[in-house]
């Protein structure tokens, strides 16, 4: 698996807290989208870390190929 599985074709929107740690799914494999739940360890992928500055909605890429992960940047539409 070289390239990451796409979990789905929108993102994923979710209320986040501030300082919290947040680990992305990079794989696609997690069962707990967005967020990675140790299925990776059978790919090359990892996840990525993100802590939010403050509470807010954040739209997380949900097919693995946004240009600005862990960010939804719209690639969804053109895979
Ligand atoms: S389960 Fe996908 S990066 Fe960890």
């Known amino acids: 698996m070289n390239k990451p599985n ?3 074709k929108k993102s994923i929107p ?3 807290e ?3 740690i ?3 799914c ?16 059978t790919t090359v992928f990892k996840p990525i870390k993100y802590i939010p500055e403050q509470n ?5 890429c949900g097919c693995k190929y946004s ?4 960010f939804c940047d719209g690639t969804h539409k053109k895979i």
């Open 6 to 8: 796409i979990a789905q």
């Open 18 to 20: 501030k300082n919290k």
């Open 67 to 70: 240009l600005k992960p862990p």
């Open 56 to 60: 807010k909605r954040v739209f997380f």
């Open 22 to 24: 947040y680990y992305w």
């Open 26 to 41: 990079k794989c696609g494999l997690s069962k707990k989208q967005p967020f990675c739940d140790g299925s990776h360890k």
């Open 14 to 16: 979710i209320d986040v």
